[in-house]
Each structure stands twice: as structure tokens, then as C-alpha cells.
């Protein structure tokens, strides 16, 4: 399975490749590390919590890890997201 197979599951819009290559390469990195979480866990399909955990886990200059960081929920969401679907 391709790293975007299970995107394209989730959301068949997505199953064009010209849409993929459309998306920003932080956003194309973003969803490549919520596949890599949820392969990890032996998930076939990428969901919500798999992205939450991949924004948790960009470095601190991303927007995405800002806007966690800024509403105080990094650590919590990692945490919690972790116990529903086990640590990796």
C-alpha cells in the first residue's frame, strides 16, 4: 500500500494525484506522517486522531504545532490520544 492508499480510502476525492500535488509540501508531509502513525499501529486507514498526533508532533515553528501549542493542548491531546489508540 502506497503512502497515500489509505488517504485516498478516507477520502476519494483525493484519489487524483494531481489534487495530492494541489496541497502544500507541509500539508503533503503532515498527512505522510499521520499514514507512517497509523501503519504503526497496524491501522489500515488514516482517521482524525492520526492527523491530530502527526500536528503534535511537528516542530515548533509549524502553524499547526503553533496553534496547538497557543491553545495549550499539545501535550493534552498527544496524551489522550495515545490512550484510545496505544502509543507507537
Do not use: F
Not at 486507514?45 to 493542548?73: C, F, N, P, Y
Request: aromatic content about 2%; hydrophobic content about 40%.
Amino acid at each position: 500500500m502506497s503512502g497515500w492508499a489509505s488517504v485516498r480510502e478516507c477520502h476519494p476525492s483525493m484519489s487524483d494525484h494531481s489534487a495530492m500535488t494541489q496541497l502544500s509540501g507541509k500539508v503533503q508531509e503532515l498527512l505522510r506522517d499521520a499514514d507512517a502513525i497509523a501503519k504503526a499501529r497496524g491501522h489500515a486507514i488514516v482517521g482524525t486522531e492520526h492527523v491530530l498526533l502527526a500536528m503534535t508532533r511537528q516542530s515548533k515553528d509549524s502553524l499547526a504545532r503553533r496553534v496547538l501549542d497557543e491553545a495549550g493542548a499539545t501535550d493534552d491531546l498527544r496524551s489522550r490520544i495515545e490512550a484510545v489508540i496505544g502509543p507507537g
